[in-house]
């Protein structure tokens, strides 16, 4: 079993739509990060939670320590909002490394 | 502010070659992390190097090394190429791993390898 789980793994919306992407995990974390990878590889760091919500724009995150789960939301869904979201789990103590989720591959159509 | 550089950002090699690959960090920044994606394996962790010394290793055979210079710039370095090494390099830079506010990462473009 992975260490962070993603669901779905494939998302289709219309344009406007409300989407969620769910991230769980199993271990003890510091931080959790919400990744967006457009084709081509660059990948932008969205959101870093270590508790409670965060929000930029249409874009919401939030994080249950006790549930140890993960929410990222999308409100009124637009295409160029379509790339693969990645939810990334920093573990605790003094260190960088951050174990990834294997991503939710979101298409938006007009 | 210049944000993460890798260099370059398309190579191509043969089975048994060497690469070294590199990663320029934002300014400030001393702690550089790197990642290797593939479609089959996703995003897995290869080193973490923070003030010149590598503090974290992920579960990659030894032909994968690295090495941080004083100036924060990272390299890493794989030799005796297999196919299976094709993949997306991605480095990250962070101001430090101290503190959660201050290991945000920032990623770079990425170095994409295919070995032929």
């Known amino acids: 079993k992975n260490e962070v789980e993603q669901s779905p793994q494939n998302l289709t919306a219309q344009e406007g739509e409300f989407i969620t992407i769910n991230c769980s995990y199993s271990?003890?974390?510091?931080?959790l990060h919400w990744l967006q990878q457009h084709p081509g590889g660059g990948i932008v760091s969205l959101f870093m939670?270590?508790?409670g919500k965060k929000k930029h724009g249409r874009l919401i995150a939030t994080i249950n320590i006790q549930e140890k789960h993960s929410s990222l939301h999308i409100t009124a869904s637009h295409p160029r909002d379509s790339a693969v979201y990645i939810c990334?789990?920093?573990?605790?103590?003094?260190?960088?490394?951050?174990?990834f989720g294997t991503g939710t591959l979101l298409a938006v159509q007009p | 502010k210049a944000g993460v550089t890798q260099t370059p950002r398309y190579l191509i090699k043969t089975r048994g070659q060497q690469v070294t690959l590199s990663c320029s960090p934002i300014?400030?920044?001393?702690?550089v992390s790197w990642y290797q994606q593939t479609p089959g394996q996703g995003l897995q962790f290869l080193f973490e190097?923070?003030?010149?010394?590598?503090?974290n290793k992920g579960n990659f055979p030894g032909r994968f090394s690295g090495r941080q210079f004083s100036n924060s710039r990272s390299e890493m370095n794989v030799s005796t190429l297999e196919l299976g090494d094709s993949a997306l390099y991605l480095c990250?830079?962070?101001?430090?791993?101290?503190?959660?506010?201050?290991?945000?990462?920032?990623f770079g473009q990425g170095t994409r390898l295919t070995v032929v």
């Open positions: 990250a830079s962070s101001l430090t791993p101290r503190t959660v506010r201050s290991s945000e990462a920032f």
């Open positions: 271990v003890g974390i510091s931080a």
């Open positions: 939670l270590s508790s």
């Open positions: 990334a789990v920093r573990l605790g103590g003094a260190t960088n490394k951050l174990i």
């Open positions: 300014s400030g920044h001393r702690s």
């Open positions: 190097y923070f003030s010149e010394t590598q503090r």
